[in-house]
Every structure is written in C-alpha cells, then in structure tokens.
C-alpha cells in the first residue's frame, strides 16, 4: 500500500500562484512515477503532469510554461508549482502515484479555486 497526503490548495486571483506538495508513504519502493490530475465540476479526471523516477516530466498542454513538476525523492515528496493561474485551473487536484505492476494510488484531493 501506498498513502499519498496532499496539501497546498486554496483561493487565489487569477494571476497568482500555488504550490501543492504531495508526500508518499507505505510501500514507496513500488512507484516509478508520480503526478497530478485535476478534476473540475462535471468534467473527466485529467492529467495535468507526472514525473518518472529519473526525472523525466511530462505536462498537459493547457499548463505548459505555467505549471512545474519537480519532486525530492529524499523527502518522497512531489511538488506541483502552479503559475500565472486561470479561471479555468479551479479544480481538485489529486497527486497519484503510478506503480509497478499494482494499482495506482491516489491522495484524498486539494481544492483549487481561482477567482476572476
């Protein structure tokens, strides 16, 4: 089992800036990967970026050159730095970390509301 703890939501104009933090526990030897997906009111889970292992990030288009991915393996942490955020960015985001041969586990969600 992995558990995933997020934190760092909230209310911001647009404009402004967040940086959720997602912290991995349990059985952590197990993910290759981790990353943020977002889902807003009556719309479909998306991603909105991951980062392997090594390093390697990829991001959605809707947030590239806005949003980083970065993480601290030592803390088992992930970050998402979120920039110049829109209307459009509101949301709960959930980190999910993508695992060897096993299910992927999710965190409990952060809300993300940005304000006109």
């Known amino acids: 089992q992995v558990q995933l703890v997020e934190s760092g939501g909230g209310l911001v104009q647009s404009g402004g800036s967040l940086r959720l933090s997602c912290a991995a526990s349990?059985?952590?030897?197990?993910?290759?990967?981790m990353g943020w997906y977002r889902q807003a009111p009556g719309k479909q889970r998306e991603l909105v970026a991951d980062?392997?292992?090594?390093?390697?990030?990829n991001y959605a288009d809707s947030v590239k050159g806005r949003f980083t991915i970065s993480r601290d393996n030592a803390k088992n942490t992930v970050y998402l730095q979120m920039n110049s955020l829109k209307p459009e960015d509101t949301a709960v985001y959930y980190c999910?970390?993508?695992?060897?041969?096993?299910?992927?586990?999710w965190g409990q969600g952060t809300q993300v509301t940005v304000s006109s």
């Open positions: 349990g059985n952590i030897f197990s993910i290759h990967a």
């Open positions: 999910s970390a993508e695992r060897v041969l096993l299910p992927r586990s």
């Open positions: 980062i392997t292992n090594g390093g390697s990030a």
